[in-house]
């Protein structure tokens, strides 16, 4: 609470050194405790607070050398000035008779001299303008080069989609159809006369039906999980959806991709699910995903800074009744932090990650 009030005035106050280490006290306060959650975000946030410093030391340092080589320059400029003076108090002795020569000699000079500065003025204004032009002329052909890039890019997906589809449809056609067929077929044919052999056929053809369709959907994410780097497939998949306005972070990523597989693909379904339900409901801006693998406890943190909620008054939907059943299998938890106006926090831990695998 002491830390806590202290970084609350040192905010207020802009004191980033105290910030810095209100940050590092708090982040011991909660290793001690084991609570290594809150320290990574206050050793994340100190960190911040250092480059700041960093950096605002490094502008003061610039400016302070800019200072000394400006005063310097004009300390020069001052010398020349004087040096010049005298040069020309100089000549003015000597010159003294010729005085009103030099004086007409110099108004007659300076008129052209006017006139040629004005013409380069006006010369320098056209081509700015010439050069604004050009720049927004470029700025608009480079947009869309972007946007037929993007096109190219859509159809190209959906053209990846629609193939993916047909597949599809030749699957469900070819398989398990035909076998749906056939147990009609043997139903219509059996109506009068049940015989043991014609069941246990039929149910080894609804058997091998739904192993079909298992293997089916089950196919759809597997296979690119299998083929790729699990957590570049989640960056990727973030990344698609929210764009610069997500941050994805992973640790360790090496032991993360080496996962067991079918976890892989449930923790991939999670964050699906994850992401229809903030689209949907939180009306986000921006998301935060965090990846922890410690001590063979995988630990998930979803953040949003969408509208939020109440979790007591607030029924849980079937999206979330999902994600639990996915974690019953892994023997895995979920938490729900989320107040109106504040945005929302999912943490997921799933225990004992070789017992898991032995049972997988």
């Not at 449809?169 to 109506?191: M, P, R, T, W």
């Not at 246990?200 to 053809?205: A, D, K, S």
């Not at 597989?261 to 964050?271: A, G, R, S, V």
């Not at 106006?341 to 049972?359: C, D, F, Q, S, Y």
Request: proline share 1%; aromatic share 8%.
């Amino acid at each position: 609470m002491v830390f806590s009030f202290g970084l609350h005035t040192a905010i207020e106050l802009g004191y980033l050194n105290e910030q810095k280490e209100i940050y590092d006290n708090l982040k011991n306060i909660f290793i001690a405790k084991n609570d290594y959650k809150q320290a990574y975000q206050y050793i994340s946030k100190s960190n911040k607070i250092k480059d700041s410093i960093s950096q605002l030391q490094k502008d003061k340092e610039v400016n302070e050398i800019e200072v000394k080589y400006k005063t310097l320059q004009k300390e020069n400029e001052i010398i020349l000035l004087k040096k010049d003076q005298e040069i020309q108090e100089a000549k003015l002795v000597q010159e003294k008779s010729n005085k009103n020569i030099i004086l007409y000699s110099f108004l007659i000079l300076l008129v052209p001299i006017i006139g040629l500065q004005y013409i380069y003025y006006q010369k320098l204004q056209a081509q700015s303008e010439l050069n604004k032009k050009q720049e927004e002329i470029n700025k608009k052909e480079i947009a869309a080069l972007l946007t037929d890039q993007e096109l190219k890019i859509i159809k190209a997906a959906v053209k990846g989609k629609d193939k993916e589809r047909k597949r599809i449809a030749q699957e469900l056609h070819d398989s398990i159809g035909g076998n749906l067929a056939a147990i009609k077929l043997k139903l219509n044919n059996s109506v009068n006369d049940y015989q043991a052999n014609s069941i246990n056929t039929i149910n080894l053809q609804l058997d091998e039906t739904y192993e079909q369709v298992r293997h089916l959907s089950h196919d759809l994410i597997s296979k690119k999980i299998s083929k790729n780097n699990f957590c570049n497939i989640v960056k990727e998949y973030i990344q698609s959806i929210w764009g610069d306005n997500s941050e994805f972070n992973a640790y360790p990523k090496e032991k993360i991709n080496l996962l067991n597989e079918d976890l892989q693909n449930e923790i991939f379904k999670i964050f699906q699910e994850l992401t229809t339900n903030t689209i949907k409901h939180a009306k986000a801006t921006s998301i935060e995903l965090q990846i922890n693998l410690i001590e063979n406890e995988l630990n998930i943190l979803f953040e949003d800074n969408g509208i939020g909620f109440n979790p007591e008054h607030q029924k849980e939907g079937i999206g979330y009744e999902n994600i639990k059943n996915r974690l019953n299998k892994f023997r895995g938890s979920l938490n729900i932090d989320s107040r109106i106006n504040r945005g929302t926090i999912i943490n997921i831990e799933i225990p004992t990650l070789t017992a898991v695998h032995n049972e997988v």
